[in-house]
C-alpha cells in the first residue's frame, strides 16, 4: 500500500507542480522529498510514509503558488489521500505536517510532531546554499523583484499577512529570512547539512556586496 500511494501521489504532484515558479517548482518539491527521506532514516522513529507524502505535498496550500484559500487546499489534499487509499488517520497527520510547513515571516505555526518537522527542515534547507540562492533570485524574477536596493533595511513581520505583502529586495530577503533558517531546524541531520550551506550563503553576500561597491 505504501509504495502505491506514494507513487500517486509522486506522479499527481509532478503533474501538478510542472510549471510552477523556478522556486516551487516540481523539482524543489523532489529536492524536499529526497532530503526528508534522508533527515527520517538519519532521525529514527518517524513514520516514513507519512514523512513522504507530507514532504510530497507540502506546496498544496502555499500562497506563493498562487492558493488564496488555505483551508480549502487543505481539505482537497486530504480527500484526495482517502480517494487514493490512504486511512484517515495517517490522512490528518499528513495534512497536519503539511499545515506547519513554511517560514512565513517567523509567524508560522510550530511543527509538534517529529514527521512535521522532518519535513519543514527538508523545506528549509531547499532554501539555503547555493540551490537556496538560484530559488531566491529564479522567484524574485518570475515576480519582478528588485535585485538590491542598499537603502534598504530588512525588517520584521508582525503577522503572516505582512509578510506575504512584503516587497524587500532580493538580498534582503537573505537577511529577513534565508539567514534565520539555520537556527530554525529541529534535527542533528538537518543541522549539519545546513552549516556548510549557511556558510555559502554568507560567502556570496560577501561577494556580492564587495563587487557592488566596486572593490572586486
Known amino acids: 500500500m505504501a509504495d502505491d500511494i506514494i507513487s500517486k501521489t509522486h506522479t499527481y504532484i509532478e503533474?501538478?507542480?510542472?510549471?510552477g515558479d523556478p522556486a516551487h517548482d516540481?523539482?524543489?518539491?523532489?529536492?524536499?522529498?529526497?532530503?526528508?527521506?534522508?533527515i527520517a532514516e538519519q532521525q529514527g522513529g518517524a513514520d516514513l510514509l507519512t514523512v513522504e507524502l507530507a514532504a510530497l505535498m507540502h506546496?498544496?496550500?502555499?500562497?506563493?503558488?498562487?492558493?488564496?484559500?488555505?483551508?480549502?487546499?487543505?481539505?482537497?489534499?486530504?480527500q484526495w489521500l482517502l480517494e487514493n487509499g490512504l486511512d484517515a488517520e495517517r490522512a490528518d497527520a499528513v495534512i497536519a505536517a503539511?499545515?506547519?510547513?513554511?517560514?512565513?515571516?517567523?509567524k508560522g505555526e510550530p511543527q509538534t510532531t517529529l514527521e512535521a518537522q522532518i519535513v519543514s527542515d527538508a523545506d528549509l534547507l531547499d532554501a539555503?546554499?547555493?540551490?537556496g540562492i538560484a530559488r531566491a533570485f529564479g522567484y524574485a524574477g518570475a515576480k519582478g523583484k528588485t535585485m538590491y536596493d542598499p537603502g534598504e533595511e530588512p525588517q520584521t513581520y508582525d503577522s503572516?499577512?505582512?509578510?506575504?505583502?512584503?516587497?524587500?529586495?532580493?538580498?534582503?530577503?537573505?537577511?529577513?529570512?534565508?539567514?534565520l533558517l539555520k537556527d530554525r531546524l529541529h534535527t542533528q541531520a538537518a543541522k549539519h547539512i545546513a552549516e556548510h550551506r549557511h556558510r555559502y550563503m554568507e560567502q556570496f553576500l560577501e561577494e556580492f556586496h564587495e563587487e557592488w561597491a566596486g572593490k572586486r
Open 98 to 106: 503539511v499545515r506547519a510547513i513554511g517560514f512565513r515571516g517567523g
Open 128 to 131: 539555503i546554499g547555493a540551490i
Open 15 to 19: 503533474a501538478r507542480f510542472k510549471d
Open 59 to 78: 506546496d498544496i496550500a502555499d500562497y506563493k503558488t498562487g492558493v488564496t484559500n488555505e483551508a480549502k487546499a487543505l481539505e482537497a489534499g486530504r
Open 26 to 38: 516540481y523539482w524543489h518539491i523532489h529536492r524536499v522529498w529526497q532530503l526528508a527521506k534522508h
Open 160 to 179: 503572516v499577512e505582512a509578510y506575504k505583502v512584503n516587497t524587500a529586495s532580493t538580498i534582503t530577503h537573505f537577511y529577513e529570512k534565508l539567514l
